[in-house]
């Protein structure tokens, strides 16, 4: 039997709530295991011989409460997902229930993977690169902690969401929202707009802009060239 609006409305305020929940409970886990965590996060500057230091009397503890808050957000994003997926399902098939949640898991793996890569790859290898380049220029290598912390979180968080960009592209190919003939005429637009958002998310240098940007180039060729395979099979050949 059919839901009514009152009954869908509760079913989502009840797993609003569940979200809300689990959020909290990750945020006292966090609590607990703050100082371990602001370590680990100050692990790639300290190893590449930068001093992070406060400059305003609450510079740490309004940091330490922002990374926490970003880190409970992360570990609540499957739960999330899950919901909202086992919201919609009822309004598809069984079929569709199964490559939903599918598609749902694919999305929270490529997050997980575009965090730890832009935390145990991409960082150290921007603050090491960062440190030499100031150490010709003979200055001081020191950041703010409340800087250093957004800049991390900022980074990390955006080149998770950018390894969406595979499924994204793939599922666009795979529904016909794309094709061929469009891909030629928006492929430039894109690259532009990819070079423009990692502007936007990164401090104003050449270096830090090209670690994101082509990491996203990469990423979008890949699900270009999947889902054009893809379309290909589903079209028999005619894409």
Known sequence: MDKDYGEHLTEAKNRAILCLILFFLA????????????????????????????????DALMSDIGVILAISLIITLPCFFIQVIEFISPAVTGYNTAKLRFFGLVMVIMFYVGVVF??????????????EFGAELNVSRSFSVS?????VLTFSVCLGTAFETPLAVTLMWRFGVINKGRMRK??????????????????????????????????????????????????????
Do not use: H, W
């Open 27 to 58: 945020f006292i886990g966090c609590c607990t295991l703050a100082k371990g965590l602001f370590d680990r996060i100050l692990e790639p500057a300290r190893e590449a011989g930068f001093e992070v230091i406060s400059v305003s009397p609450g």
């Open 118 to 131: 832009a935390f145990f790859v991409m960082l150290p290898f921007f603050f090491c690169f960062m440190a």
């Open 147 to 151: 800087e250093y912390m957004n800049f």
């Open 186 to 239: 928006i492929r430039g637009l894109i690259y532009v707009l990819i070079f423009v958002g990692a502007a936007l998310i990164t401090p104003p240098d050449v270096v830090s802009q090209l670690m994101v940007a082509l990491p996203m180039l990469a990423l979008f060729e890949a699900g270009n060239l999947t889902g054009r395979r893809i379309a290909k099979v589903k079209n028999g050949g005619n894409i």
